[in-house]
Protein backbone atom coordinates (compact mmCIF):
# COMPACT_ATOMS: atom_id res chain seq x y z
CA UNK A 1 0.00 0.00 0.00
CA UNK A 2 1.81 3.62 -1.36
CA UNK A 3 0.95 6.52 0.88
CA UNK A 4 0.74 10.20 -0.51
CA UNK A 5 2.85 11.38 -2.35
CA UNK A 6 3.60 15.12 -2.99
CA UNK A 7 6.00 16.57 -5.57
CA UNK A 8 7.76 18.47 -5.74
CA UNK A 9 8.89 18.99 -1.54
CA UNK A 10 10.42 22.55 -2.55
CA UNK A 11 10.10 25.21 -4.97
CA UNK A 12 10.52 29.07 -4.70
CA UNK A 13 8.84 31.58 -7.14
CA UNK A 14 8.50 34.77 -7.41
CA UNK A 15 5.56 37.50 -6.26
CA UNK A 16 2.77 37.44 -9.36
CA UNK A 17 4.00 33.84 -10.78
CA UNK A 18 1.87 31.03 -11.03
CA UNK A 19 2.66 27.53 -9.48
CA UNK A 20 1.22 24.08 -9.62
CA UNK A 21 1.29 21.66 -6.89
CA UNK A 22 0.81 17.96 -7.33
CA UNK A 23 -0.22 14.84 -5.13
CA UNK A 24 -0.88 10.87 -5.26
CA UNK A 25 -3.24 10.09 -3.47
CA UNK A 26 -3.41 6.71 -1.23
CA UNK A 27 -4.28 3.91 -3.02
CA UNK A 28 -8.30 3.12 -2.63
CA UNK A 29 -8.86 6.68 -1.25
CA UNK A 30 -11.63 8.59 -2.88
CA UNK A 31 -11.23 11.78 -1.61
CA UNK A 32 -8.77 14.34 -1.79
CA UNK A 33 -7.87 17.71 0.58
CA UNK A 34 -5.72 20.57 0.19
CA UNK A 35 -4.17 22.36 3.86
CA UNK A 36 -2.28 25.69 3.79
CA UNK A 37 0.38 25.33 6.58
CA UNK A 38 2.22 28.41 7.53
CA UNK A 39 4.97 28.45 9.82
CA UNK A 40 4.18 27.90 13.67
CA UNK A 41 0.47 27.41 13.01
CA UNK A 42 -1.92 24.58 12.48
CA UNK A 43 -3.03 23.40 8.55
CA UNK A 44 -5.86 25.42 6.94
CA UNK A 45 -8.36 24.07 4.83
CA UNK A 46 -8.26 25.09 1.29
CA UNK A 47 -10.63 22.62 -0.55
CA UNK A 48 -11.64 19.33 -0.98
CA UNK A 49 -12.42 16.97 -3.87
CA UNK A 50 -15.14 13.91 -4.30
CA UNK A 51 -15.52 12.09 -7.02
CA UNK A 52 -13.46 14.81 -9.55
CA UNK A 53 -15.84 17.81 -7.98
CA UNK A 54 -15.04 20.02 -5.14
CA UNK A 55 -17.51 19.71 -2.28
CA UNK A 56 -16.42 21.63 0.07
CA UNK A 57 -14.07 25.31 0.31
CA UNK A 58 -12.37 27.39 2.80
CA UNK A 59 -11.87 31.15 3.40
CA UNK A 60 -9.38 31.23 0.44
CA UNK A 61 -9.59 33.22 -2.54
CA UNK A 62 -10.22 32.13 -6.20
CA UNK A 63 -7.22 32.27 -7.13
CA UNK A 64 -7.08 29.01 -5.59
CA UNK A 65 -7.52 25.88 -7.47
CA UNK A 66 -7.78 22.37 -7.92
CA UNK A 67 -8.55 19.33 -9.97
CA UNK A 68 -9.08 15.87 -9.15
CA UNK A 69 -8.17 13.21 -11.82
CA UNK A 70 -10.22 9.87 -12.65
CA UNK A 71 -7.04 8.36 -10.79
CA UNK A 72 -8.25 10.18 -7.73
CA UNK A 73 -4.45 12.00 -7.87
CA UNK A 74 -4.85 16.09 -7.67
CA UNK A 75 -3.72 19.14 -8.49
CA UNK A 76 -3.37 22.18 -6.17
CA UNK A 77 -3.01 25.57 -8.57
CA UNK A 78 -2.38 28.95 -7.08
CA UNK A 79 -2.05 32.35 -9.84
CA UNK A 80 -0.80 35.50 -9.02
CA UNK A 81 1.13 34.45 -6.07
CA UNK A 82 1.45 36.85 -3.05
CA UNK A 83 4.44 36.83 -0.30
CA UNK A 84 1.78 35.66 2.53
CA UNK A 85 1.45 32.37 0.07
CA UNK A 86 4.45 30.69 1.36
CA UNK A 87 3.82 28.02 3.26
CA UNK A 88 3.95 24.47 3.46
CA UNK A 89 1.20 23.21 1.01
CA UNK A 90 -0.21 19.32 2.29
CA UNK A 91 -2.16 17.22 0.80
CA UNK A 92 -4.27 14.38 2.55
CA UNK A 93 -6.73 11.78 1.40
CA UNK A 94 -9.62 9.75 2.66
CA UNK A 95 -11.82 7.01 1.54
CA UNK A 96 -15.16 8.35 1.90
CA UNK A 97 -18.19 6.37 2.65
CA UNK A 98 -21.35 6.92 3.70
CA UNK A 99 -20.85 9.08 6.29
CA UNK A 100 -17.24 11.31 6.53
CA UNK A 101 -15.10 9.90 9.30
CA UNK A 102 -12.40 12.82 9.28
CA UNK A 103 -9.47 9.95 9.24
CA UNK A 104 -7.11 11.94 6.61
CA UNK A 105 -3.65 10.32 5.40
CA UNK A 106 -1.09 13.69 4.73
CA UNK A 107 1.65 13.39 2.23
CA UNK A 108 4.63 15.46 3.66
CA UNK A 109 4.04 18.02 2.14
CA UNK A 110 5.40 20.49 -0.48
CA UNK A 111 6.87 23.87 0.64
CA UNK A 112 6.44 27.27 -1.56
CA UNK A 113 9.07 30.60 -0.69
CA UNK A 114 7.39 33.42 -2.61
CA UNK A 115 10.13 35.57 -2.73
CA UNK B 1 -17.30 29.76 13.15
CA UNK B 2 -15.09 26.76 14.14
CA UNK B 3 -11.87 27.06 16.36
CA UNK B 4 -9.57 25.03 18.10
CA UNK B 5 -7.64 26.51 20.70
CA UNK B 6 -4.33 24.05 22.57
CA UNK B 7 -1.79 25.16 24.78
CA UNK B 8 0.86 26.96 23.49
CA UNK B 9 4.22 25.30 23.30
CA UNK B 10 7.32 24.18 23.98
CA UNK B 11 6.43 21.84 26.46
CA UNK B 12 9.50 20.15 28.09
CA UNK B 13 9.15 16.75 30.23
CA UNK B 14 11.06 14.39 31.35
CA UNK B 15 10.92 10.71 30.32
CA UNK B 16 8.26 8.94 32.57
CA UNK B 17 6.45 11.98 33.60
CA UNK B 18 2.74 12.40 33.08
CA UNK B 19 1.39 14.11 30.19
CA UNK B 20 -1.36 16.82 29.82
CA UNK B 21 -1.95 18.92 26.49
CA UNK B 22 -4.99 21.01 26.62
CA UNK B 23 -7.54 21.65 24.01
CA UNK B 24 -10.77 23.48 23.84
CA UNK B 25 -12.75 24.07 20.75
CA UNK B 26 -16.16 25.93 19.68
CA UNK B 27 -18.33 24.87 16.83
CA UNK B 28 -21.92 24.44 15.68
CA UNK B 29 -23.97 21.39 15.85
CA UNK B 30 -21.20 18.05 17.14
CA UNK B 31 -18.43 17.70 15.78
CA UNK B 32 -16.17 14.77 15.32
CA UNK B 33 -12.62 15.60 17.72
CA UNK B 34 -9.30 13.98 16.67
CA UNK B 35 -5.81 14.04 17.51
CA UNK B 36 -3.49 14.28 14.93
CA UNK B 37 0.99 14.12 15.54
CA UNK B 38 3.26 14.95 13.22
CA UNK B 39 6.82 13.39 14.30
CA UNK B 40 10.08 15.33 13.07
CA UNK B 41 10.41 14.57 9.33
CA UNK B 42 7.16 13.04 8.79
CA UNK B 43 3.24 13.96 7.28
CA UNK B 44 0.60 14.66 9.65
CA UNK B 45 -1.13 11.20 11.29
CA UNK B 46 -4.10 10.93 12.90
CA UNK B 47 -3.53 9.54 16.60
CA UNK B 48 -6.89 9.23 18.06
CA UNK B 49 -10.16 10.38 17.50
CA UNK B 50 -13.96 10.48 19.27
CA UNK B 51 -17.18 11.21 17.58
CA UNK B 52 -19.67 12.09 20.37
CA UNK B 53 -19.73 13.17 23.89
CA UNK B 54 -18.13 11.13 26.37
CA UNK B 55 -16.26 8.99 23.59
CA UNK B 56 -12.73 8.11 24.36
CA UNK B 57 -10.18 8.02 21.69
CA UNK B 58 -7.00 5.98 22.74
CA UNK B 59 -3.72 4.85 20.71
CA UNK B 60 -0.69 4.54 21.42
CA UNK B 61 -0.54 5.22 25.70
CA UNK B 62 -2.78 8.41 24.54
CA UNK B 63 -5.88 8.81 25.81
CA UNK B 64 -8.35 12.16 25.13
CA UNK B 65 -12.48 12.04 26.37
CA UNK B 66 -15.03 13.99 23.81
CA UNK B 67 -16.43 16.44 26.91
CA UNK B 68 -19.09 18.41 25.51
CA UNK B 69 -19.85 20.26 28.90
CA UNK B 70 -17.33 22.04 29.10
CA UNK B 71 -16.49 21.58 25.05
CA UNK B 72 -12.37 20.01 25.88
CA UNK B 73 -10.71 17.23 24.38
CA UNK B 74 -7.60 17.43 26.46
CA UNK B 75 -4.81 14.31 25.33
CA UNK B 76 -2.84 12.56 28.27
CA UNK B 77 -0.52 10.13 28.42
CA UNK B 78 0.80 8.29 31.52
CA UNK B 79 4.14 7.69 30.74
CA UNK B 80 5.86 9.69 28.12
CA UNK B 81 8.83 8.76 26.18
CA UNK B 82 11.16 10.52 23.87
CA UNK B 83 10.28 8.84 20.97
CA UNK B 84 7.08 11.19 22.06
CA UNK B 85 8.59 14.09 21.35
CA UNK B 86 6.77 15.53 17.99
CA UNK B 87 4.20 18.06 17.48
CA UNK B 88 0.42 17.63 18.44
CA UNK B 89 -2.47 18.70 17.24
CA UNK B 90 -6.20 18.79 17.70
CA UNK B 91 -8.79 19.18 15.18
CA UNK B 92 -12.33 19.42 15.19
CA UNK B 93 -14.93 18.32 11.64
CA UNK B 94 -18.20 19.40 11.88
CA UNK B 95 -20.84 17.05 10.84
CA UNK B 96 -20.83 16.55 6.93
CA UNK B 97 -17.11 17.10 6.62
CA UNK B 98 -17.63 18.93 3.56
CA UNK B 99 -15.85 22.32 5.48
CA UNK B 100 -12.41 20.29 6.12
CA UNK B 101 -10.80 19.26 9.61
CA UNK B 102 -10.09 22.72 11.54
CA UNK B 103 -6.79 22.39 13.54
CA UNK B 104 -5.06 24.08 16.55
CA UNK B 105 -2.19 25.84 16.37
CA UNK B 106 -0.16 22.83 17.57
CA UNK B 107 1.73 21.69 20.51
CA UNK B 108 5.51 21.02 20.21
CA UNK B 109 6.36 18.11 22.58
CA UNK B 110 9.87 17.53 24.03
CA UNK B 111 10.61 14.48 26.23
CA UNK B 112 14.38 14.29 27.66
CA UNK B 113 15.61 11.38 28.56
Known amino acids: ETGVTQSPTHLIKTRGQQVTLRCSSQ?????VSWYQQALGQGPQFIFQYYREEENGRGNFPPRFSGLQFPNYSSELNVNALELDDSALYLC??????????????FGEGSRLTVL | GNSVTQMEGPVTLSEEAFLTINCTYTATGYPSLFWYVQYPGEGLQLLLKATKADDKGSNKGFEATYRKETTSFHLEKGSVQVSDSAVYFC????????????FGKGTHLIIQP
Open chain 1, 92 to 105: ASSLVGRSYTGELF
Open chain 1, 27 to 31: SGHNT
Open chain 2, 91 to 102: ALVPGGGADGLT
